[in-house]
């Protein structure tokens, strides 16, 4: 790597890339891994001055100065995991301190997984087009930069022509062995013409775990496919989780996704969805309850590039304590892509008076023939219900927290998987700021 010399962590991680003898995998692989690490260095991490990045500061990452870990370093030492959050038909794959643990469930004939490596083989063709797509010039862009270059944990799942391959659970576990590094990971997602697949994501950290996991998921979906996605994540406060996942959508595709952030420090997902066919559904959701110093950032893209495609994203927020909550979401219709139908709205609750919600929607049209609307709120619980619900005989505590709660039920309440929607109804409770006072109360 060049280093910019603007961070220690740039130093550091770019002597972790330095000390890689040779990066492994075919020429082209090689190549992408050492263009990224270039990038890396030149661009250096993003600051207050990069736009994209401008409210969410890595003041936790710098503090803490994780190490990337070796390709060969061992995984999670032992401990019980954590209770998954769904019952999976296909089953459930592990991946424990950054790497996968364990053989990968046997799946239904349709379906494939497969750790990066192998994949590189069976799906060359697809790689070798797909994985360098993802931008890696510029600060906004250098953690996606750094996983490709240090690209060799992963897993592809592919879903073949008109099968479907039922849900899926990926199980992410961190415990204080990884607490000194960060991990790079790479998630592919591969769905044929007419395939569909539910794929969970839970993120589960030790009480006294920190480090940070830098995942990169890249989404194929072909003409007719369907893929509902959901990330439930209860990291510890000292742990940090970057995701960035980009989607590409054929004509006539849906991506679902449902984002629950109910823990970690230092928490950002950035969504990159492309409507390439016409037809294509982008639905994007998203729930955060912080509390204490938590930060949870969600960096939304949706870009409308054919006709008659409709994207929505709806987000709600609770934030206590000193937290911090960052709302960006942008939806572009280009030119000839008349008939889209685009919807944004962001609500949040502000318990406290040192709590904060940078929000910020954004509409970019030039196309005719066009419905959209957006919206974004910041306020308090209304005082009104508060009363209505006190007069019935509830303390005060007691219709605080009802009301908040249901503000996030909200979003649970849009998931098909009723189960699942009961589940985070308890965990939205629990995960509830100490107190419950609105801004501006003692």
Same mark, same amino acid.
């Given at each position: 790597? %060049?280093?910019?010399?603007?961070?220690?962590?740039? %130093?550091? !991680?770019?002597?972790?890339?330095?000390?890689?003898?040779?990066?492994?995998?075919?020429? !082209?692989?090689?190549?992408?891994?050492?263009? #990224?690490?270039?990038?890396?260095?030149?661009?250096?991490?993003?600051?207050?001055?990069?736009?994209? !990045?401008?409210?969410?500061?890595?003041?936790?990452?710098?503090?803490?100065?994780?190490?990337?870990?070796?390709?060969?370093?061992?995984?999670?030492?032992?401990?019980?995991?954590?209770?998954? *959050?769904?019952?999976?038909?296909?089953?459930?794959?592990? $991946?424990?301190?950054?790497?996968?643990?364990?053989?990968?469930?046997? /799946?239904?004939?349709?379906?494939?997984?497969?750790?990066?490596?192998?994949?590189?083989?069976?799906?060359?063709?697809?790689?070798? &087009?797909? +994985?360098?797509?993802?931008?890696?010039?510029?600060?906004?862009?250098?953690? /996606?930069?750094?996983?490709?270059?240090?690209?060799?944990?992963?897993?592809? *799942?592919?879903?073949?022509?008109?099968?479907?391959?039922?849900?899926?659970?990926?199980? !992410?576990?961190?415990?204080?062995?990884?607490?000194?590094?960060?991990?790079?990971?790479?998630?592919?997602?591969?769905?044929?013409?007419?395939?569909?697949?539910?794929?969970?994501?839970?993120?589960?950290?030790?009480?006294?775990?920190?480090?940070?996991?830098?995942?990169?998921?890249?989404?194929?979906?072909?003409?007719?496919?369907?893929?509902?996605?959901?990330?439930?994540?209860?990291?510890?406060?000292?742990?940090?989780?970057?995701?960035? /996942?980009?989607?590409?959508?054929?004509?006539?595709? &849906?991506?679902?996704?449902?984002?629950?952030?109910?823990?970690?420090? +230092?928490?950002?997902?950035?969504? @990159?969805?492309?409507?390439?066919?016409?037809?294509?559904?982008?639905?994007?959701?998203?729930?955060?309850?912080?509390?204490?110093?938590?930060?949870?950032?969600?960096?939304?893209?949706?870009?409308? #590039?054919?006709?008659?495609?409709?994207?929505?994203?709806?987000? &709600?927020? $609770?934030?206590?304590?000193?937290?911090?909550? @960052?709302?960006?979401?942008?939806?572009?219709?280009?030119?000839?892509?008349?008939?889209?139908?685009?919807?944004?709205?962001?609500?949040?609750? +502000?318990?406290?008076?040192?709590?904060?919600?940078?929000?910020?929607?954004?509409?970019?049209?030039?196309? %005719?023939?066009?419905?959209?609307?957006?919206?974004?709120?910041?306020?308090?619980?209304?005082?009104?219900?508060?009363?209505?619900?006190?007069?019935?005989?509830?303390?005060?505590?007691?219709?605080? &927290?009802?009301?908040?709660?249901?503000?996030?039920?909200? @979003?649970?309440?849009?998931?098909?998987?009723?189960?699942? #929607?009961?589940?985070?109804?308890?965990?939205?409770?629990?995960?509830?700021?100490?107190?419950?006072?609105?801004?501006?109360?003692?």
């Amino acid at each position: 790597m %060049d280093s910019a010399g603007t961070s220690p962590l740039i %130093d550091q !991680w770019s002597d972790a890339f330095r000390a890689v003898r040779q990066p492994t995998g075919p020429d !082209w692989l090689r190549e992408l891994k050492e263009e #990224a690490a270039h990038e890396f260095g030149v661009s250096g991490l993003p600051g207050r001055k990069t736009e994209a !990045w401008k409210y969410t500061p890595l003041r936790m990452l710098e503090q803490q100065s994780p190490l990337i870990r070796a390709a060969e370093s061992a995984a999670f030492a032992g401990g019980d995991l954590p209770e998954p *959050v769904i019952a999976a038909s296909a089953g459930i794959v592990d $991946v424990r301190n950054g790497l996968l643990a364990g053989s990968l469930p046997k /799946t239904t004939p349709g379906l494939t997984l497969q750790p990066m490596a192998a994949g590189i083989e069976s799906f060359s063709a697809t790689l070798q &087009r797909l +994985l360098p797509a993802v931008e890696l010039s510029g600060s906004a862009n250098a953690f /996606t930069a750094l996983n490709t270059a240090f690209l060799d944990q992963g897993l592809i *799942v592919h879903v073949a022509e008109n099968v479907d391959g039922g849900s899926l659970l990926l199980r !992410w576990s961190r415990s204080v062995e990884a607490s000194s590094r960060l991990d790079n990971f790479r998630l592919v997602v591969l769905l044929e013409a007419g395939a569909k697949l539910d794929l969970t994501e839970q993120f589960d950290g030790t009480s006294d775990a920190c480090g940070a996991l830098n995942l990169v998921t890249q989404v194929e979906l072909a003409a007719g496919a369907e893929l509902g996605h959901i990330r439930v994540q209860r990291e510890s406060e000292d742990a940090a989780l970057l995701t960035k /996942t980009a989607v590409a959508q054929a004509a006539g595709s &849906r991506y679902r996704y449902y984002g629950f952030d109910l823990g970690g420090g +230092l928490v950002r997902h950035e969504i @990159v969805a492309t409507l390439e066919g016409e037809g294509a559904q982008t639905d994007i959701n998203g729930a955060f309850v912080l509390d204490h110093k938590r930060h949870v950032d969600n960096h939304i893209s949706v870009d409308h #590039a054919a006709p008659d495609c409709s994207s929505s994203q709806f987000f &709600r927020g $609770v934030l206590g304590g000193s937290s911090r909550g @960052v709302f960006n979401g942008r939806a572009l219709i280009r030119p000839g892509a008349d008939g889209s139908s685009v919807r944004q709205s962001n609500a949040n609750l +502000l318990l406290s008076p040192l709590a904060e919600m940078d929000t910020k929607p954004e509409l970019e049209i030039y196309a %005719d023939e066009v419905e959209a609307s957006h919206g974004a709120t910041v306020g308090q619980l209304d005082e009104t219900a508060i009363f209505y619900m006190r007069s019935r005989g509830l303390s005060m505590d007691e219709s605080r &927290r009802i009301l908040t709660a249901a503000f996030c039920h909200a @979003v649970s309440d849009r998931l098909q998987d009723r189960s699942l #929607a009961e589940r985070l109804s308890g965990m939205f409770d629990a995960a509830m700021p100490g107190g419950l006072t609105t801004a501006g109360e003692p």
